[in-house]
Every structure is written in C-alpha cells, then in structure tokens.
C-alpha cells in the first residue's frame, strides 16, 4: 500500500513550450482514429495530450470526438480514456479528480499528480453541459481541466445548430429558404468570457485556437499546473459543418482572429491578457473583414450584403462598446462612467 502521508494535491509543473523547436516528439493520441480529412478538433486532441504528457487521464463527452476517436477495437488514445455522457465534462471532470484525491489520501494508490483533462463538443459543453462545468469551476479544491472544443454544430449527428453556431449559419435545423434566409437569429454565446466572469475563484480560463498550436499547448500547460479546476474554450474549423475544403481548416483558423470574430486572451487570477494577433488588434492594428472568413465557407453561402453588414456590425459592437473588448459585454451608465472619471 501507498504512503498517505506523502500527498499533496500538487499538479505537474508543464513548463510552457519555448518555441516549435522546443515541442516534445511523442504522441499521445496517434493513428486509429476516424475524423474527417481536415478535422481541426483532432488536432486539438492531439496537441492537447502532446501539451500534457503521459500521466494524464481524457475524459471525452459524446459527440464526434468520442465516435471518430473510439470505433470498435481502434483507438489513437495512448493514455487512460474513457467516455462520458454528453451533458456529463463537468461532472465527469470533477468525479475523476476527487477520486484520484481521495485514492490517494487513503493511500490506496501511488501519490502523484496526474493530470484530468475532460473534453466536450459545444452541444455537449455550452448547452447541455453547461450546468455540470459551472459547478466543477467553482470546486477549486480539485485539479482538473476542461476543455471545450467548438465546432460550432452537432457535428456528430449530421451538423445541428448549437448556442455556439455562428449566426445565419445554414445548419440541418436552420436551411436558409425561400421565404426565409436566415433561419439561425441568435448570437453565439460568450464561453470564455460567461465562465472567467461567472466563477471568481476559477484561477484559469482561455481561449485558444490550433491554427496557433505552440500558443494553445503552453495554454494546456498552464491551466494544468496553475491547480483548481480550469477551462479553455477552442474553436475548431470543421470542413463538414463548416462546408469548405479541408485545406482551408488552418486558414480559416487564422481569420477568426484577424477579423475579432474569435479573441485570443487568457483570465489568470482575474487578470486578462490578449495574445498574438487579438492583442495587435486590441493595440490598434485595423480588423479584416468578416466577410473574408464567412464566404469562404458553404454555411453562409446564402448570405446577401445585408447579412454580411450585420455580422460585421455586431463583431463591431464586441470590440467598440463592450466594457472589455471582446470578452466582457457590459456597458457602463453614463451616471457611472461620470461617476467613476471624476474620482
Ligand atoms: C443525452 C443525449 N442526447 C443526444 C445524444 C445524441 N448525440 C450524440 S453526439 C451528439 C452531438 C454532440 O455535439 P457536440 O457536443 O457539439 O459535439 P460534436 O459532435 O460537434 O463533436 C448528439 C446530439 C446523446 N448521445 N446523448
Ligand atoms: S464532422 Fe467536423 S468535427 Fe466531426 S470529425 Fe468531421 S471535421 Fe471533425
Ligand atoms: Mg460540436
């Protein structure tokens, strides 16, 4: 039996990667798998265990990246996996982590720190999940991460519109038609932001996107050794659901942040950084166009230059009125923003 006294609670200490060269050769999620040709979020998978190392377990909610990942008797998972229910990362995530915990402080296993990482699609995370995550953010006794990978549909079950896809998007639920274009009205929702600002004892929350891969491991990184439960949201293209050819996945990647439609930031103890080409942006470097993104990909090919004028308004909106550019929504009242300046 295992010495109880030896337990900590530590995390690993991942130090950030100091450049491509510097990444690490093994693999931890390699062949066997079956996602479509360009699929960004097994990319994600892929650097996100790369990003971890060995002694991690993955906990994946059903959805695409426990179907294409787990068919029978194949799988690229080269560390302890196991599936969870589609609503169940939160849960799932904190389940494992006191269980490790517990295990250990009872001696009954070896004490050390492993790393729990639990991924979920954006049907899975954002809307059925949403409940089990908010609760596992707030547990801050317990080490474990989670990670939303946003492919902006069901992607699984044939391409349904989710709270995370993008508006106007044609999905199977929201066909443009005759009558009616746009069948998708509502904006997607503000992941990162709802969770950094919802849960203040949360030590770690980011956004990430694989197109920027050294910058999204050395996020994994941080939000493992950082301890407490942490979140991280990427946006992952998705040639299926998205309706481009798959070359285009890493480039479209890059527009979603060069036209302020995805910010790149991380909320570390309350404090925000932006990264990369979000915080050119945020430093005053112009926006590109979302139409430069958007009609590149099938899903909005029914879009007119009214819809177009829309999206570019509201993106506008994210970066020119929020309290926070692009994280934080909220407007002050004129009575408080007077209020405030003539302190
Ligand atoms: C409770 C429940 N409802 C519905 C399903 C059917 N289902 C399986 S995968 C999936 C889509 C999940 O979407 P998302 O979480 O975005 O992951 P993606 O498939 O896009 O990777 C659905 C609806 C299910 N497995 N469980
Ligand atoms: S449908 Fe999209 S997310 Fe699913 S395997 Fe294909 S590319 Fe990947
Ligand atoms: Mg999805």
Known sequence: MADATTFTNATQILEPFRGIKKVTIEEYFTSGHRTCQGCESALVMKLMVKASGPRTIVLGSTGCMYVANTTYYTTPWVVPWMHTQLGSSGSAALGTAAGLKALMKKGKIKSEPINVIAFCG?????????????????????????????????????????????????????????????????????????????????????????????????????????????????????????????????????????????????VEDGELRYYGKTKAIVEGRPRKPVREYLLKQGRFAHFTEEDLAYFQAKVDEMWNKWEVPAVVPFRRLDAAKAALGSK
């Not at 391409?159 to 069948?183: D, E, H, L, W």
Request: contains cysteine.
């Open 122 to 266: 954006d049907g899975g995370g954002a809307d059925m999940g949403l409940n089990g995550i908010s609760a596992t953010l707030t547990h801050k006794e317990y080490n474990c991460l989670i990670l939303l990978y946003d492919n902006e549909s069901y992607a699984n079950t044939d391409i349904q519109v989710s709270g995370m896809s993008p508006y106007g998007a044609n999905t199977t639920f929201s066909p443009p038609g005759k009558v009616k274009r746009i069948m998708h009205t509502r904006w997607k929702k503000n992941m990162a932001g709802m969770m950094a600002a919802g849960h203040t004892e949360c030590r770690y929350v980011a956004t990430v996107c694989a197109s920027y891969a050294v910058e999204m491991m050395n996020k994994v990184r941080r939000a493992l050794t950082i301890g407490g439960p942490t979140f991280i949201h990427s946006l992952d293209p998705c040639p299926k659901g998205w309706d481009y050819d798959p070359m285009l996945s890493h480039e479209l990647g890059e527009l979603a942040i060069e036209t302020g439609i995805f910010p790149l930031y991380e």
